[in-house]
C-alpha cells in the first residue's frame, strides 16, 4: 500500500476472483493453436492499524491452464500444461509527526510451472516508499521496488511529484507516472505507466440516468508476466509473456462492498519466449494470433 491508500482511510478486509478466457488462437509455423484460462485470487485484511501505523496483510494466487501442443522452438520443450504465480506479503506504513508517511512491502512466493518445485522456482521481493507533503494537497513521492518477476531484473528507484489541484484531478508526475481526471461527476479518466513497458489508459462511465450502481469501462492494456519454468539449465532463465489489449466492459455495483464485473476484449501483440530479459525476445519465441477475450470478476470487502 502506498501513501495515497494510507491517506485514503484505514485498510478493509477484501477479496477478489476473476476468470477471463482466452479462446484457441494460430500459433505462428507451428501448426497448432493456444489458448487458456486464467484464473486471479486476491485477498487481503489489515492485521494492526493505529492512528499512525497500518501493518496488511495479503495473499495471491494466479493459474493458467492452457491448452495447446506448442513447442519452445529452440529448445525443443513442450509449453507448459500449466503456470502458477503464487505470493503473499506484508505492506506496513507510519505516518511521522511532521505528516511525512514511510512505508515497506514484503512479497514471497513462487511463479512458476511447478510452484515450490526447488527454492529456485521461489521468489522474493519488495519495495518501500516515503512521501514529503508540499503544501496541503501535494507531496512529494519517493520509491525503491524490486520484482524476481518483474522487465528490470534489479531495484528500481522512482522520484514523482503528487500534484492535486482540484477534487478532479490529480498526478504522481515522475516514475511511477498516473494521471486521474474527473471531468464530469459521472466520467473518471485514467493513465498509468511504469518501466518498460507497463501501461494503462482507461476511462470509467457512471450511467446515472439508469441506476447510481451501474458503470461502463473501456481501455487499453500493455502487459507483461514471467516464470522460472523447473527444467531451465539457466537459473536466471525466464518464460515471458507480453500482449496489448483493448477491453470494454459493464460493472454493477450491489452495494459500497460488493460489485460485479463483466468484460470482453481484442488480445493482440501476444509472444512468448525465455531468457533474461527483453533483449532475448526471439528466443524460444512462440507468436500466438491476436483474438477476443471474456471475463467475469466478483470482489466483497468487509
Known amino acids: 500500500m502506498g501513501a495515497a491508500g494510507f491517506l ?16 484457441d488462437q494460430p500459433v505462428s509455423g507451428q501448426g497448432t493453436k493456444l489458448g487458456y484460462l486464467q484464473e486471479d485470487f486476491l485477498a487481503s485484511a489489515p492485521v494492526f ?30 509449453f507448459p500444461d500449466a503456470l502458477w504465480n503464487v505470493q503473499t506479503g506484508l505492506n506496513y506504513t507510519h505516518r511521522f509527526d511532521n505528516n511525512w508517511v514511510a512505508g515497506g512491502m514484503l512479497n514471497l512466493g ?38 524476481p ?6 531495484p528500481v528507484p522512482g522520484v514523482a511529484y503528487f500534484y ?14 498516473q494521471i486521474n481526471y474527473r471531468p464530469i461527476d459521472d466520467l473518471m479518466l485514467d493513465f498509468s505507466y511504469m518501466l518498460l513497458t507497463n501501461m494503462h489508459a482507461g476511462a470509467t462511465y457512471r450511467v446515472s440516468s439508469i441506476s447510481p450502481r451501474l458503470f461502463l469501462h473501456g481501455g487499453f492494456d500493455w502487459k507483461n508476466e514471467s516464470y522460472f519454468l523447473a527444467d531451465r ?3 536466471q532463465e525466464r518464460l515471458f509473456y ?14 459500497r462492498s460488493m460489485f ?29 494470433g491476436a483474438g477476443p477475450f471474456a471475463a467475469i470478476q466478483f470482489q466483497g470487502r468487509w
Open 233 to 235: 539449465t539457466d537459473r
Open 164 to 177: 492535486q489541484p482540484s477534487d478532479r484531478f490529480y498526478a504522481t508526475i515522475g516514475l511511477p507516472l
Open 110 to 147: 513462487s511463479a512458476s510451472d511447478k510452484p515450490f518445485h526447488s527454492i529456485d522456482e521461489m521468489t522474493i521481493g519488495g519495495g518501500g516508499f516515503l512521501r514529503v507533503p508540499s503544501g496541503d494537497r501535494n507531496a512529494w513521492l519517493f520509491t525503491l521496488s524490486y520484482s
Open 260 to 288: 460485479l464485473d463483466l468484460t470482453c476484449g481484442y488480445a493482440f501483440d501476444r509472444y512468448y519466449f525465455t531468457g533474461r530479459s527483453l533483449s532475448d525476445s526471439h528466443h524460444d519465441r512462440v507468436d500466438v
Open 242 to 255: 507480453y500482449d496489448k489489449t483493448l477491453s470494454a466492459g459493464t460493472r454493477y455495483n450491489f452495494n
Open 8 to 23: 485514503a482511510g484505514p485498510p478493509v478486509p477484501f477479496a477478489s476472483y476473476r476468470a477471463t478466457w482466452y479462446p
Open 149 to 154: 518477476t518483474g522487465q528490470i531484473a534489479f
Open 49 to 78: 492499524l493505529t492512528k499512525t501505523d497500518q501493518l496488511t496483510v495479503r495473499a495471491s494466487v494466479r493459474n493458467e491452464a492452457f491448452n495447446t501442443g506448442a513447442v519452445l522452438p529452440d529448445s525443443a520443450r513442450a
